[in-house]
């Protein structure tokens, strides 16, 4: 596979979930590979002058009625969580510490974060739940939180977090095929496109 994606994501991301519900398919289709490109959203937001659409109240209201029909063309659930926004953080950190160290949970680890928030609406703000979650999936909680906590790990993040300003990236998701970019999840056509020529 000399095809690949980089996928830019953070789990607060309603549109980074959904793509990642449909990229693995789109790539195993065309033969590609993921790059999986955690970052911390609110950096990005901070760094490039982006903001999040919730925080215009006509924008943010139309946003979900729009992410649930795509959640419906791709016939996978969304719940709009009632703690949003859920602060990620320590979320993508742990992200971040996983790939450091090349564990294959990584990827199991992507979908528990993507489904706690944006399937089973869980308060991940909240400390004990996140480590209620954790165990539920079959993590160690206390070995990844202390991973998350590695100093070594908070500087990846943010140099990832960098690493895609520079590169363009404004927000979530976001998808490289070689250096030509796609933002949003209802992008994923272009990509597919992209990896075919």
Known sequence: MNKSVDFYFDFGSPAAYLAWTQLPKLCAAAKAKIS???MLLGGVFQASGNRAPMTVPLKG????VDLARFARRYGVALCLNPNFPINTVTLMRIAVGLQMRQDL?????CAAMFRAIWVTEKNMNDPGVVVAVLTAAGFDAAA????????????????????AVERGVFGAPTFFVAEEMFWGQ???DFVREALAG
């Not at 209201?61 to 979900?64: A, D, M, N, R, T």
């Not at 990844?144 to 990832?160: F, P, R």
């Open 36 to 38: 999986w490109r955690p």
């Open 61 to 64: 209201k139309y946003l979900f």
């Open 105 to 109: 949970c990584f990827e199991d680890y």
């Open 144 to 163: 990844l939180l202390a991973l998350g906590n590695e100093q070594a790990v908070k500087d990846e993040l943010k140099a990832a977090t960098t690493a």
């Open 186 to 188: 209802d992008r994923l």
